[in-house]
């Protein structure tokens, strides 16, 4: 969208305006102003002409235009109606130095969870890829992730749904997996060039398009407004990445796995006890028989107490 046709959306969004005054405002002429109207309508913004001028009455469900409409946060919005995965996207814009950037897509053809799982991803979801590069060692990335989980469980409980966080990322309700995260990052030992953190939140999804043991907004709450949804939460996880000494306070208020018993398996083991705490940058403390271990990338499974 051009400069001047966002902030023609805008100002509409801000309150009516006639031809005369837009064509003023922007110094263009009132032909020009249709035009942009035309476009702007073209593109899903329902917007009337009465007697006090244009005024927008609605905005699409999702896309980048109705994202960035109202964002607070500094991201930019790209969004495809269907991609192969969001983070693949991601990557290439990475390579092309953007940052801040954030990739949305409506479907995803080849959507991928950790250790290159598939991640189903119908129309009707939020997929989105959050392209950061923030000035800190490779070490510190997972607490980005963790920001991420609490952006999403704050973003859900503004809809009144209740969300959760299994170690280290699974966001659920009522024990079913309604969104994950996946986070890729290149970089040097000392400091990371860029992080993706990938988002799939199951929003106007049938629970039948899914696999098992996941839930939807629409199964919990009917239909969502997903630019509500996606701009909640960028703008909560915007303030979370400006003070990332506060995010592990705030995972541990949100989180189910403290004080369960837990079977977390790892690349190399599998490790059996009771979660006890999590620690910067999200390391999960696992009290076994055998003393506290220290584990910081698994799969973690809730078992019932002993
Ligand atoms: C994750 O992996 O939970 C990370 C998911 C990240 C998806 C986003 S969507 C936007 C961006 N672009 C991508 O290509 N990916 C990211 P993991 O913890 O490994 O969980 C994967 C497992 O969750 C699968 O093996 C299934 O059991 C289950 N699963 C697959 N699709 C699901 C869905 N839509 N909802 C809930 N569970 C699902």
């Given at each position: 969208?051009?400069?001047?046709?966002?902030?023609?959306?805008?100002?509409?969004?801000?309150?009516?305006?006639?031809?005369?005054?837009?064509?003023?405002?922007?110094?263009?002429?009132?032909?020009?102003?249709?035009?942009?109207?035309?476009?702007?309508?073209?593109?899903?913004?329902?917007?009337?002409?009465?007697?006090?001028?244009?005024?927008?009455?609605?905005?699409?469900?999702?896309?980048?235009?109705?994202?960035?409409?109202?964002l607070a946060a500094p991201?930019?919005?790209?969004?495809?109606?269907?991609?192969?995965?969001?983070?693949?996207?991601?990557?290439?814009?990475?390579?092309?130095?953007?940052?801040?950037?954030?990739?949305?897509?409506?479907?995803?053809?080849?959507?991928?969870?950790?250790?290159?799982?598939?991640?189903?991803?119908?129309?009707?979801?939020?997929?989105?890829?959050?392209?950061?590069?923030?000035?800190?060692?490779?070490?510190?990335?997972?607490?980005?992730?963790?920001?991420?989980?609490?952006?999403?469980?704050?973003?859900?409980?503004?809809?009144?749904?209740?969300?959760?966080?299994?170690?280290?990322?699974?966001?659920?309700?009522?024990?079913?997996?309604?969104?994950?995260?996946?986070?890729?990052?290149?970089?040097?030992?000392?400091?990371?060039?860029?992080?993706?953190?990938?988002?799939?939140?199951?929003?106007?999804?049938?629970?039948?398009?899914?696999?098992?043991?996941?839930?939807?907004?629409?199964?919990?709450?009917?239909?969502?407004?997903?630019?509500?949804?996606?701009?909640q939460f960028l703008d909560?996880?915007?303030?979370?990445?400006?003070?990332?000494?506060?995010?592990?306070?705030?995972?541990?208020?949100?989180?189910?796995?403290?004080?369960?018993?837990?079977?977390?398996?790892t690349q190399r083991e599998?490790?059996?006890?009771?979660?006890?705490?999590?620690?910067?940058?999200?390391?999960?403390?696992?009290?076994?028989?055998?003393?506290?271990?220290?584990?910081?990338?698994?799969?973690?499974?809730?078992?019932?107490?002993?």
């Open positions: 969208m051009t400069r001047t046709r966002r902030r023609i959306l805008q100002a509409l969004a801000d309150g009516s305006h006639t031809g005369p005054e837009l064509a003023d405002q922007f110094d263009i002429s009132r032909a020009a102003v249709w035009n942009h109207i035309e476009d702007l309508r073209d593109r899903g913004f329902t917007i009337e002409g009465g007697p006090t001028g244009y005024t927008l009455t609605a905005c699409p469900d999702f896309g980048g235009d109705a994202v960035s409409l109202g991201f930019t919005i790209q969004y495809q109606p269907t991609v192969t995965s969001t983070n693949a996207w991601a990557r290439d814009l990475a390579a092309d130095g953007a940052s801040d950037v954030v990739c949305l897509a409506d479907e995803q053809t080849g959507g991928r969870g950790r250790l290159d799982r598939s991640w189903a991803s119908p129309s009707g979801g939020i997929w989105a890829s959050l392209l950061i590069r923030p000035p800190v060692p490779p070490t510190d990335v997972p607490i980005y992730t963790l920001g991420v989980a609490v952006a999403i469980v704050d973003a859900l409980a503004e809809l009144d749904v209740a969300a959760t966080i299994k170690w280290p990322n699974d966001v659920l309700v009522e024990g079913q997996k309604l969104a994950g995260v996946l986070t890729e990052m290149e970089g040097e030992a000392d400091r990371v060039s860029w992080v993706i953190l990938g988002v799939g939140i199951n929003a106007n999804i049938p629970v039948t398009a899914l696999p098992e043991n996941a839930t939807s907004l629409q199964a919990l709450v009917g239909s969502v407004s997903r630019r509500r949804v996606t701009q909560r996880f915007d303030t979370l990445r400006s003070q990332p000494e506060t995010i592990l306070a705030a995972w541990r208020d949100r989180a189910t796995t403290l004080g369960q018993r837990v079977r977390v398996v599998t490790i059996v006890g009771t979660a006890v705490d999590v620690e910067h940058p999200g390391t999960l403390l696992v009290e076994t028989d055998t003393g506290v271990r220290e584990i910081t990338a698994g799969d973690c499974e809730h078992l019932r107490p002993a």
